[in-house]
Each structure stands twice: as structure tokens, then as C-alpha cells.
């Protein structure tokens, strides 16, 4: 993990990694242009009505909708202020709260299922593995999301060859795998992983907004955002709406 910083945040002191929170300047650009996730992942991990469900590092909301539209009980900790807000606008059903993955402001044994969507990469594991853990109930899951450009799709492809110059150094160890991480831990159990397909349409505007809500291109200089632009729009001459094929990554795992 990189170095993190403290904010006080609406009152409520929390611990966030300087990169991501440049999320808080980009928060209504990052609710307009991220996709959504296969409702098939709903099924896979059992989401029905008056479950009680933690939806961790929720961002704007984009799976915590889902959430709720299933039926779940839901509380979603976002540590950003900004983020909260365009999370409450868009889930007014579900408890927000300011909080990390290595500090919940939540008890002991109060969930049946944490998720986490696009954002276990910001995760310190040793640290929040244990506050998982405890406020999931004996055999409660957890659930690890992330949204990913399927590589055999021509946008797709593109965009990753696009940001490989301006990647951090550490992205990829920061990256590793949910499976492989979870695999190692002595709190949980039963670690797998499915791969869901889709299909996502992005017009030029909105394909745009989700390359520059992704934490390293939002804080890149203006020359490197201008050039990352120049880019995308030439994987998309013309204009108009294209269908971009998507892959979700959803690794399951138990508690002890």
C-alpha cells in the first residue's frame, strides 16, 4: 500500500491513501460515467430481501444500488466525503457512513455479507481482514468485485495500452489478486473465483469520464491527461455509441 494520510472528513477522522483521494475531486464524474455490474453477481452471492449487507469502500454507489434493489439491508462505509454524497443521492435506502476497511465504525457480528466493488485494491489486507471479520457473523461472506476491460476487445485492449505509461510503479503489487490473498488468510474460507461477462455501451463523452475518474489519470499532469484523451477518442472516430465487451471479476470467500 502506499503511504496513507489522515483527513478529517464531515467530523469523522479517517485514514486514506493520497492517491485515492483525488476520487473527491472527480466524485460526479465517476457517477456519470462508471458502469454498473452484472445482476448475475446478485444471484451468485445470494442477495435477497432483509439480508443484512456491508457494502465497503462503496464509492458513489455503483454496486450498493444493486444492493438495495434486490431487497438487501444495506450500510455502505465510504470514507470520502463527496463520493458519500452522490452515494446518498443515488441509494437514499441505504445507511451511509463515513469509515475505512482497516477502521468500520460498525459492531461486532452485524452483517450476513461484506462487499467490496472496485476497491480492495486500496485495502492494507493485514489490517482489514480483521475488521471484516469481525463484524460478519460466524460463516458470513465476503465478497470481492471489480469491473475489468476484457482484453480481446478492441476498446478494450486500446484503453490498456493507452494508461500502461502511466501506471504507478506499485499498481500491480497493489493489485494482487483477491484469490490469492483471501487463499492465505486464516479468517476465511472456501476462496474462489468466477469470471461474468458483459456488455457495457459508452458514446464518446462517457468513455472519456471513465478514463479520467481512474485515480492515476485524474492525477496526472495536464499534458499526460490531454494526451490519454487524444487517445480515447481516436479508438472512437466519429462519435456515436459502441458496445464495449466488459469482464467482472467476483471472488467469494467465508468466514471462519
Known amino acids: 500500500m502506499r503511504p496513507s494520510e489522515t483527513s478529517q472528513l464531515d467530523g469523522d477522522t479517517v485514514t486514506v491513501p493520497p492517491l485515492a483521494r483525488v476520487f473527491d ?23 435477497r430481501p432483509n439480508r443484512r449487507v456491508l457494502d465497503l469502500g462503496a464509492g458513489t454507489g455503483k454496486f450498493t444500488r444493486l444492493l438495495a434493489g434486490a431487497g438487501a439491508e444495506v450500510t455502505a462505509v465510504e470514507p470520502l466525503a ?26 461486532d457480528a452485524a452483517f450476513d455479507l461484506v462487499t467490496i466493488a472496485q476497491a480492495f485494491h486500496w485495502f ?8 471484516i471479520a469481525r463484524v460478519l457473523v460466524d460463516g458470513g461472506a465476503l465478497a470481492v468485485v471489480w469491473n475489468e476491460w476484457d482484453p480481446a476487445d478492441r476498446v478494450g485492449a486500446g484503453i490498456v495500452h493507452l494508461l500502461e505509461p502511466y501506471e504507478p ?6 493489485r494482487e489478486t483477491a484469490l490469492a490473498v483471501l487463499s492465505r488468510s486464516e479468517l476465511f474460507r472456501a476462496a ?9 455501451t459508452f458514446d ?10 481512474i485515480s492515476f489519470v485524474a492525477s496526472a499532469p495536464e499534458a499526460a491527461r ?8 481516436e479508438l472512437l472516430p466519429g462519435g456515436g455509441q459502441l458496445a464495449v465487451e466488459m469482464r467482472t471479476q467476483l471472488c467469494t470467500c467465508l468466514r471462519n
Open 226 to 233: 490531454a494526451s490519454v484523451e487524444a487517445g480515447i477518442r
Open 124 to 131: 492494507d489486507p493485514d489490517r482489514a481482514l480483521p475488521e
Open 192 to 200: 474462489t473465483q468466477r469470471t461474468l461477462h458483459y456488455t457495457e
Open 25 to 47: 475531486q472527480v466524485a460526479s464524474v465517476y457517477e456519470e460515467s462508471r458502469p454498473s455490474y452484472p445482476r448475475a453477481a446478485l444471484k451468485l452471492l445470494d442477495v
Open 169 to 174: 510503479p506499485d499498481l500491480h503489487r497493489r
Open 204 to 213: 464518446v463523452e462517457r468513455l472519456l469520464g471513465r478514463v479520467a475518474s
Open 82 to 107: 463527496a463520493m458519500r454524497a452522490e452515494l446518498a443521492k443515488a441509494v437514499p435506502s441505504a445507511k451511509a457512513c463515513a469509515g475505512t476497511a482497516e477502521d468500520i465504525p460498525l459492531p
